[in-house]
């Protein structure tokens, strides 16, 4: 199986200031996605961003944004004005490769905003 | 619309019941997961159904049995369950389950069981 990585297992950040979330990835397909999902205590995971392998830019949505460098097969999540909602364990994710649509998670990060 | 509801929110079974967790989408979507996570854990897929047919089965013990009636909504039936099948059990939905690489999955807020 192709691997996710996710370094942190807890961080915290205070409010109004940007975190960076880390995540590097195993694989060896020329075209792949990445994901990034939100998940509160409430159990919801909530899809933030992708990040296609052959897109030029890095992926932006709102407050979230992309840090992606192909080459060193990392696509950290920046979030930028950390809000006391944005507390929760947050996963990275890709595709295990092959003929199936299995998604991998990595084994998430838990964010703790603080005011 | 990016929803995904699955019924009941919580589920409290002994390990003699017979029950079914539910799932639906209605954005069109023509692949469902159901995915079991452990906590403090990432989730972990289940089976996969792509128009309506059962694509993958990681393996799965024989007493949790998916069913698909049609392509918005996906069943989970669980029959004598072990403790340590309680779990949050999450759906999603994609687009078709083309294995593209790049589709994005919808998750439902999920059903926590408990199994006693």
């Known amino acids: 199986a192709q691997k996710i990585t996710q370094t942190q297992p807890g961080m915290f950040v205070q409010e109004k200031e940007a975190v960076t979330l880390d995540c590097t990835y195993d694989?060896?397909?020329?075209?792949?996605?990445l994901f990034w999902y939100k998940q509160p205590s409430s159990g919801e995971m909530i899809f933030l961003i992708y990040?296609?392998?052959?897109?030029?830019q890095n992926a932006t949505e709102g407050r979230y944004s992309l840090n992606f460098q192909k080459a060193r097969k990392s696509a950290n999540l920046v979030i930028s004005a950390s809000q006391l909602g944005d507390s929760a364990m947050y996963f990275c994710a890709r595709f295990n490769g092959g003929a199936t649509n299995k998604l991998i998670f990595g084994t998430g990060t838990l964010l703790a905003v603080q005011p | 619309d990016t929803e995904v509801t699955q019924t009941p929110k919580h589920l409290v079974m002994g390990m003699t019941n017979k029950k079914s967790l539910k799932c639906e989408q209605h954005?069109?979507?023509?692949?469902m997961y159901w995915y079991k996570q452990k906590a403090k854990k990432p989730p972990e897929l289940m089976f996969v159904y792509s128009y309506e047919k059962l694509s993958i089965n990681e393996s799965v013990p024989s007493r949790f049995s998916p069913e698909c009636p049609n392509s918005s909504l996906l069943n989970l039936h669980l029959h004598a369950l072990q403790p340590e099948d309680s779990a949050l059990y999450l759906c999603a939905s994609s687009q078709d389950g083309i294995a593209s690489g790049q589709e994005t999955q919808y998750f439902g807020p999920g059903t926590r069981l408990l199994v006693l």
């Open positions: 990040q296609g392998s052959y897109d030029q």
């Open positions: 694989t060896s397909d020329p075209s792949y996605g």
């Open positions: 954005m069109g979507h023509r692949a």
